[in-house]
């Protein structure tokens, strides 16, 4: 959330974010509703300084012997007049606070300005596409050739965009998260948590899902509860509320946890295979750290998540969201995209964000500086990365003319040894 003082006075920078990101708000009623508050609460102030002023003079009245009959009744139409300016305020603030929360971040200067994904600017590739004697298949195929995902019985469990794993491709899935989890926090200095996957509204609103995205979430029928979208909610709010200290900056925490998204919009996009389902597993880290230095920590973050596809062999890209793709919270994000060469094209495998001050706000994270002011931390997450869609390029990447699968170098230790999928065993 910005700042309401910020938006006063940088109204047109507030103004073009907005233009830049293709969104429309009535930044305009916003601003007169802060005012017409302003004023409103001025007068409610200055009708209880009276009250209290005038209490004063009625107190020394009465121990003069002086009938205040008068002073009474003049007190109490001010006391009258200020329960009518609170519920003006009350309502005022209402509506104001609805807009608020629908104030999008302001984009760093570095981000590319467009209005779609065509804009974003692609920074670096890795690794080389892999080459085939034959034509690649993409992971579906790979996958129920093998009998290790079967999509139709995901189907009977649940509905459309889920998918039941079997044997070897079960064993990968557990491998990828073990790895995962091992490398950043032996490696990128992560303290691991396992946090709830149920959250309360609370803890959507503050990291920006709602109210934005409430057509993405899954909510429970009978509890003000929702399954998470991203493990980066339940983590960010572990400190909600809180005051740090300066020398606990910066906090690192990775998270596995599967994750939970209706998909709202999508229908016709992705139907096949494990690009976009309802539920996937991922591997998350997050960032509390020191507002001067949270771009420095952006490149690290990605560097982090870029870690995880090289040492697993895989050819990706990295690309710089336009201001018109940029996700509601982010004020800067990196998006990595994996080489699918059964597809013969880059697909989404993680987003890279810096959302500065603009979820601790809303959640009130902060920390405590040398000298003893509270200070807003700036937070950041990123996917490190996420499993289905990892199993799919390493299916896609590492197929074989016979229909198996190689299996990463630094993954066999995790998969009991096996260097080949061929089937349903875990042997």
């Known amino acids: 959330m910005l700042e309401l003082k910020f ?6 920078l507030v103004r073009a974010s907005l233009i830049n990101r293709g969104m429309e708000l009535n930044l305009d009623r916003l601003l007169s509703l802060d005012e017409k508050r302003r004023a409103l609460q001025t007068e409610a102030d200055d009708l209880r300084s009276i009250r209290n002023r005038v209490s004063k003079e009625i107190g020394e009245m009465v121990r003069k012997g002086i009938d205040v009959t008068d002073k009474r009744e003049e007190m109490k139409r001010v006391g009258e007049n200020i329960a009518i300016l609170e519920k003006k305020i009350k309502s005022t603030e209402e509506e104001l606070d609805f807009l608020l929360a629908r104030v999008p971040n302001i984009p760093h200067e570095s981000v590319p300005v467009g209005p779609d994904e065509s804009y974003n600017r692609e920074e670096r ?17 790979i996958g129920q050739g093998l009998d290790i995902l079967d999509f139709e019985r995901g189907v009977k469990i649940a509905e459309s965009r889920f998918t039941l794993l079997k044997g070897q491709g079960a064993l990968l899935e557990r491998a990828l998260i073990n790895f995962m989890l091992d490398l950043h926090t032996r490696e990128h200095g992560y303290t691991e948590v396992f946090p709830p996957i149920l959250v309360n509204e609370g803890c959507m609103f503050a990291t920006g899902q709602l109210p934005k995205l409430e057509k993405e979430m899954y909510r429970c029928k009978d509890d003000p509860l929702y399954l998470i979208p991203t493990a980066e909610v339940p983590v960010t709010n572990i400190y909600r509320g809180e005051i740090l200290d300066e020398e606990d900056l910066p906090i690192y925490l990775c998270a596995y946890t599967p994750c939970f998204r209706r998909e709202a919009g999508s229908y016709g996009k992705d139907v096949r295979g494990l ?18 230095n949270s771009f420095d920590e952006l490149e690290k973050l990605t560097n982090d998540a870029e870690e995880v596809l ?29 080489w699918l060469p059964g597809q013969g094209e880059y697909r989404e495998i993680s987003s890279c964000s810096n959302f500065t001050d603009f979820q601790s706000r809303r959640a009130q994270i902060r920390f405590r500086t040398k000298k003893g002011k509270a200070r807003l931390v700036h937070t950041l997450n990123g996917s490190g990365v996420a499993i289905g869609r990892t199993v ?22 995790y998969m009991h040894g096996l260097e080949r999928i061929t089937g349903t065993r875990n042997e």
């Not at 938006?7 to 047109?12: D, L, P, S």
């Open 275 to 292: 690009i976009r389902q309802h539920q996937f597993n991922k591997v998350e880290l997050v960032k509390m750290v020191h507002p001067d």
């Open 310 to 338: 090289q040492k697993l062999g895989l050819p990706y890209r990295v690309v710089t969201l336009s201001t018109g793709d940029l996700s509601f919270a982010a004020a800067k994000c990196y998006d990595l995209e994996v």
């Open 125 to 141: 590739r890795w690794g080389e596409f892999p080459q085939f004697d034959f034509q690649p298949l993409p992971h579906w195929d």
């Open 392 to 413: 799919a390029a390493i299916l896609e990447n590492y197929q074989q003319r016979d229909g198996s699968v190689m299996v990463p170098e630094v993954l066999q230790p």
């Open 7 to 12: 938006i006063r006075e940088h109204a047109e």
